[in-house]
């Protein structure tokens, strides 16, 4: 037998504690039964997007919430800017292309995050672009972008939004919605809220709802926001279309635990996971990813002696440990380590202790413990001395 362990950035591991709740027998989702789940749990995700304004749950992944906001807020010959640093970033460019919305790009190193010069340069050399969107944190490259600094910038403009993919950000860092003036906030259900793919959640300020109002129309049916907030609103608590019921029951408990835990709690054990990852693969001799490096999971360039596709199936197959590669230039370069979710100490532990023994059954002369060492040195800051 062979153990396996989910350590990639998404989907992450779910806790028995949630898959026990949604092995409950199935109920209708047009019931006040389940009314009384959805109002609580819509009321607890605004309380982690921190907003006083609506966070919508839509049955998709976060692509369609990615999509809906694009589509909602911009019609066909608006133009928009993204941010593209790395496969998710490139998404926003291609959604909108798609849907006929023009685009001006922000192209960025891979591993470095936008420069705010750079997208107040972006605005003034198109007063008329709709919004800025924006990963606060790019998957593909582990790298966190400025998104409170961009905010600000649109917040000047009267006609112009911040639009942000938090998937692998909201519940690891915090960022306060309203506070930072963040306009639109995307997340999904398979990170840090530690459930199976199949959610997304999108927030909307006073200011992005007014943009929505005041374009030509939805050209979407299915991802109408407008026709999803008049269905979700308190009082109604329900859905437009037919629910994830299943998930939305595991999302309320997932949000009790995150609470039961406390936010600051929460931002913290992810800020030492992520410390305590870095340390360990630097130890081993592996270079960092990015250099503005997120708090959800950590990448690092596989050694150039060793394949690394190879490498990488070695892990997943042989060994049980699932972790991330790399895409498009970096595939077979690079590993991608989760600390998001439901992880604490010891995974990262196990994902160290796996590293190192794949690297050297690949004949690279590691040292056995080094980065095991260098993370514990990190994480046994987690417990209190007696």
Same mark, same amino acid.
């Given at each position: 037998?062979?153990?396996?362990y989910? &350590?990639s950035?998404?989907?992450?591991a779910?806790?028995?504690r949630?898959?026990?709740?949604?092995?409950h @027998?199935?109920?209708?989702h047009?019931?006040?039964?389940? %009314?009384?789940?959805?109002a609580e749990?819509?009321?607890m995700?605004?309380?982690?997007?921190?907003?006083r304004n609506d966070? &919508?749950?839509?049955?998709?992944?976060?692509? =369609?919430?990615?999509?809906?906001?694009?589509?909602?807020?911009?019609?066909?010959?608006?133009t928009?800017?993204?941010v593209?640093?790395?496969k998710?970033g490139?998404? /926003?460019?291609k959604i909108?292309e798609?849907? =006929?919305?023009?685009t001006v790009?922000?192209?960025?190193?891979w591993?470095?995050?936008?420069?705010?010069?750079?997208?107040?340069?972006?605005?003034?050399a198109? #007063?008329?672009?709709?919004?800025?969107?924006?990963?606060?944190?790019?998957?593909?490259t582990?790298?966190?972008? @400025?998104?409170?600094?961009i905010?600000?910038l649109?917040?000047?403009r009267?006609?112009?939004?911040?639009?942000?993919?938090a998937?692998?950000? &909201?519940?690891?860092?915090d960022? +306060?919605m309203?506070? /930072?003036?963040?306009d639109?906030?995307?997340s999904?259900?398979?990170?840090?809220?530690m459930?199976?793919p199949?959610?997304?959640?999108?927030?909307?300020?006073?200011k992005?709802?007014e943009?929505?109002?005041?374009?030509k129309?939805c050209h %979407?049916f299915y991802?109408? !926001?407008?026709t999803?907030?008049?269905n979700?609103?308190k009082?109604?608590?329900?859905?437009?279309?037919?629910?994830?019921?299943?998930?939305?029951?595991?999302?309320n408990?997932?949000l009790?635990?995150m609470?039961e835990?406390?936010l600051?709690?929460?931002?913290a054990?992810?800020s030492?996971?992520?410390?305590?990852?870095r340390?360990?693969?630097?130890? !081993?001799?592996?270079?960092?990813?990015?250099?503005? #490096?997120a708090a959800?999971?950590?990448?690092?360039?596989?050694?150039?002696?060793?394949?690394?596709?190879?490498?990488?199936?070695? !892990?997943r197959d042989?060994?049980?440990?699932?972790?991330?590669?790399g895409?498009d230039?970096? %595939? =077979?370069k690079?590993?991608r380590?989760?600390? &998001?979710?439901?992880?604490?100490?010891f995974?990262?532990?196990?994902?160290?202790?796996a590293i190192?023994?794949?690297?050297d059954r690949?004949g690279? +002369?590691?040292v056995?413990g080094?980065?095991?060492?260098a993370a514990?040195?990190? !994480?046994?800051?987690?417990?209190?001395?007696?």
């Amino acid at each position: 037998m062979i153990k396996q362990y989910l &350590l990639s950035p998404g989907p992450t591991a779910v806790p028995e504690r949630v898959m026990l709740r949604m092995a409950h @027998p199935m109920i209708h989702h047009r019931t006040p039964q389940f %009314s009384a789940i959805f109002a609580e749990t819509k009321e607890m995700l605004e309380q982690l997007f921190q907003t006083r304004n609506d966070a &919508l749950i839509l049955s998709s992944s976060g692509t =369609g919430a990615m999509e809906a906001a694009l589509i909602n807020l911009c019609a066909p010959g608006d133009t928009i800017i993204y941010v593209n640093g790395g496969k998710f970033g490139e998404r /926003w460019g291609k959604i909108a292309e798609t849907h =006929g919305i023009l685009t001006v790009e922000l192209k960025v190193e891979w591993g470095s995050a936008v420069a705010v010069a750079d997208v107040e340069t972006a605005l003034i050399a198109n #007063p008329h672009a709709k919004a800025v969107f924006v990963q606060a944190s790019e998957t593909a490259t582990t790298t966190e972008h @400025p998104i409170r600094e961009i905010a600000a910038l649109t917040a000047t403009r009267d006609h112009c939004v911040t639009v942000v993919d938090a998937i692998t950000a &909201l519940g690891v860092i915090d960022m +306060p919605m309203d506070a /930072w003036g963040l306009d639109v906030v995307i997340s999904g259900s398979q990170k840090a809220l530690m459930l199976p793919p199949g959610l997304a959640m999108i927030a909307l300020s006073d200011k992005a709802w007014e943009m929505v109002g005041a374009n030509k129309g939805c050209h %979407s049916f299915y991802f109408d !926001l407008v026709t999803e907030r008049k269905n979700q609103q308190k009082g109604k608590d329900t859905t437009a279309w037919t629910p994830a019921a299943s998930l939305i029951i595991g999302l309320n408990e997932v949000l009790k635990m995150m609470f039961e835990e406390g936010l600051d709690n929460l931002y913290a054990r992810h800020s030492l996971l992520a410390e305590a990852t870095r340390a360990g693969v630097q130890a !081993l001799g592996m270079k960092l990813v990015s250099n503005v #490096p997120a708090a959800s999971a950590t990448g690092a360039f596989i050694p150039e002696a060793v394949d690394g596709v190879a490498f990488f199936k070695y !892990l997943r197959d042989k060994m049980g440990v699932t972790f991330a590669g790399g895409q498009d230039h970096l %595939s =077979g370069k690079i590993i991608r380590i989760a600390h &998001l979710g439901y992880y604490d100490v010891f995974d990262v532990v196990i994902a160290l202790s796996a590293i190192e023994i794949a690297l050297d059954r690949f004949g690279y +002369p590691v040292v056995m413990g080094a980065g095991v060492a260098a993370a514990q040195k990190v !994480l046994a800051n987690r417990f209190a001395k007696v």
